[in-house]
C-alpha cells in the first residue's frame, strides 16, 4: 500500500501534500508524505543551483516524466528537421508558416497587454513594413525582435552579458556590456531583516545576491548533463524566483525558457510555440502556487511537470499548423496539374472534333466571323515599367521594391488585379501579397473593391 500511494502520487500525478490530502480526504498525512517522499528519493537528482538560502536544489525524474520528457525533445527535432528540409525544398510555404506563428503569439501578447491592434497591423509589425510605429505597439514590435534573436542566436554558451543583451531588447535601451550591473534590479523586494529567517517564502533574492546567482544559473545552463525540457523549465523557475530585472520578471523568464531550448539544439523551433498564455491572468494564479511548492519544498519538479505537460500542447497547436500548411501546397499543386490536364485534354478534344471556322464547308451555305468585343486596355512594356518600378521607389521611400515592380506591370486603367496575381507573380506568401497590395491601396495606387467573397483592386486616375 505505501508503495502505492508513492507510485499514485508521482507517477500517475505529481502531487503536492496538498493534493495528496484532497485527494485521500485526510486532513494529516505526515507519514504517508514520508513513503510518497521516500519513493520519490530513487529518482532525486541534486543540480548545481542554490537557493537564497544556499540550500541545494533538486528534481525528481521518475520513469513517467522521463518518458515524456524524451518523447517530447524527440518530436521537437523531428520537427527542426521538418522545418529545415521545408526551408530547402518550399521556403515560401515555411515563411507562411512562420508568419502565422509568430502572428498567433503576438495576438496573445496584445491580448494578455490589452494592446488594441488588428491582424493587419501585427502582420506589419512581423514583416516590418510599417514607416513609423505607434508608441503602443512598441512593447510588441520588441517582443517579437527577441523572438527573433532567440532564433537567430542558438548558438554558443550563456553568460550574464547573454541574458541582458535579450532583457535590453525587451525594454528597447541600448545594451552595454560593459556596464552589466546598471541592468540588474535596484529596489529591493523585502526588508533586509526578513532575510535571517531559515525555510521562508522570498518574494526575490535580495540585491546583494542578484549576481551572484545569475552567474549561478549561466553555470547551471552550460554545464549541466539534465535533459533539456528540464533545464529550461529551471530557468523559468529561476528568473521568477530571483526577479533580477526591474521590469519585465515574468516575460524574460518565458523568453529564457525558449532561449535555453534554442540553444539546446532545437534552434527555431521554440520561438514559434505559442507559450505567452503563460503570461496572462488564467495561469498566473497555478504558476504561482507550483513555483512556490518547488521553492519550498526545494523540488523543481512541480513546476517542470507543468511546463513540459503545457508545451506539449501547445506544441501540438504548431504542428497542425505545419500540417495544414503541407496540406494546402499540396491541394495547390494538385489543383494546379489538374486544371493544366484538364485543359490539354479539352483543348485536344476540340481539336480533334471541331473543324477549323475556315475548313467548314456546307453546300449553298456561307459563314462570316461576326464578334462582339469591348476595346482591349493595354499597360506598359517591360522597359517602360522597368523605368516606373525605379522611379517609384525613388518618389515613395515606404514603397517596398516588389510592390513597385508589380504596379508598374499592372497599372491599365479599367482593369481588375487580385491578390493571387501578386502572390504568383512576385514569389510571395499570400499575407505578404495581401499586405502589398492594401499598401499600394493606401499610398493612392489602387482602389481596393470586393466581389463577393474576394477582393480585387483597380488603379486610380490621375496619381
Not at 508503495?3 to 499514485?8: E, V
Not at 533539456?228 to 529561476?238: D, G, M, Q, T, V
Not at 523568464?253 to 503563460?278: G, N
Request: aromatic share 12%.
Amino acid at each position: 500500500m505505501e508503495k502505492d500511494f508513492g507510485l499514485r502520487f508521482t507517477e500517475e500525478t505529481y502531487a503536492t501534500k496538498d493534493d495528496v490530502k484532497k485527494a485521500l480526504n485526510i486532513s494529516s498525512i505526515d507519514s504517508i508524505w514520508d513513503k510518497i517522499t521516500q519513493f520519490r528519493s530513487f529518482y532525486t537528482k541534486q543540480i548545481e543551483l542554490r537557493n537564497i538560502e544556499r540550500i541545494p536544489l533538486s528534481i525528481v525524474l521518475p520513469p513517467k516524466l522521463t518518458s515524456k520528457i524524451v518523447n517530447l525533445e524527440k518530436k521537437l527535432s523531428k520537427y527542426l528537421i521538418k522545418l529545415s528540409l521545408g526551408q530547402v525544398q518550399n521556403p515560401q510555404n515555411i515563411s507562411s508558416l512562420k508568419q502565422e506563428a509568430y502572428l498567433s503569439i503576438l495576438k496573445e501578447v496584445s491580448s494578455n497587454y490589452e494592446i488594441n491592434i488588428n491582424d493587419d497591423s501585427l502582420l506589419a509589425i512581423i514583416n516590418q513594413t510599417l514607416p513609423t510605429l505607434p508608441v503602443e505597439y512598441l512593447f510588441l514590435e520588441r517582443y517579437y525582435l527577441c523572438l527573433k534573436y532567440i532564433e537567430t542566436r542558438s548558438s554558443g554558451s550563456f553568460s550574464p552579458s547573454v541574458i541582458l543583451s535579450l532583457y535590453c531588447k525587451l525594454r528597447g535601451v541600448e545594451f552595454d556590456p560593459n556596464e552589466l550591473s546598471q541592468y540588474y534590479r535596484k529596489s529591493d523586494l523585502l526588508d533586509k531583516n526578513d532575510h535571517i529567517f531559515i525555510g521562508k517564502h522570498y518574494e526575490a533574492a535580495p540585491l546583494d545576491r542578484i549576481e551572484e546567482m545569475i552567474d549561478s544559473l549561466c553555470n547551471f545552463l552550460n554545464n549541466s548533463s539534465l535533459f533539456s525540457l528540464a533545464k529550461a523549465s529551471i530557468c523559468y523557475f529561476y528568473i521568477n524566483y530571483v526577479k533580477p530585472f526591474e521590469y519585465y520578471n515574468e516575460e524574460m523568464a518565458l523568453l529564457m525558457f525558449k532561449f535555453v531550448l534554442a540553444k539546446e539544439d532545437f534552434e527555431q523551433v521554440p520561438s514559434l510555440i505559442k507559450l505567452e498564455d503563460l503570461l496572462s491572468k488564467s495561469f498566473s494564479e497555478q504558476i504561482s502556487y507550483l513555483s512556490k511548492e518547488s521553492e519550498m519544498k526545494l523540488d523543481l519538479t512541480y513546476i517542470t511537470n507543468f511546463l513540459v505537460d503545457h508545451l506539449l500542447n501547445q506544441f501540438n497547436e504548431i504542428t497542425s499548423l505545419v500540417n495544414d500548411n503541407d496540406y494546402s501546397l499540396v491541394k495547390e499543386e494538385v489543383y494546379q496539374i489538374d486544371v493544366e490536364n484538364k485543359t490539354s485534354k479539352s483543348n485536344n478534344s476540340v481539336n480533334e472534333t471541331i473543324p477549323e471556322p475556315s475548313k467548314v464547308e456546307i453546300e449553298g451555305v456561307s459563314f462570316k466571323q461576326s464578334v462582339s468585343l469591348p476595346t482591349m486596355p493595354t499597360g506598359l512594356d517591360e522597359k517602360d515599367a522597368f523605368l516606373v518600378a525605379q522611379n517609384l521607389l525613388e518618389i515613395y521611400p515606404s514603397m517596398k521594391k516588389g510592390q513597385a515592380e508589380f504596379y508598374s506591370k499592372h497599372c491599365t486603367i479599367g482593369k481588375y488585379y487580385t491578390i493571387s496575381q501578386y502572390k504568383k507573380e512576385q514569389n510571395v506568401a499570400y499575407e505578404t501579397a495581401r499586405t502589398s497590395m492594401d499598401n499600394l491601396v493606401n499610398l493612392g495606387f489602387y482602389k481596393k473593391e470586393q466581389i463577393k467573397n474576394k477582393f480585387v483592386y483597380t488603379p486610380t486616375i490621375n496619381k
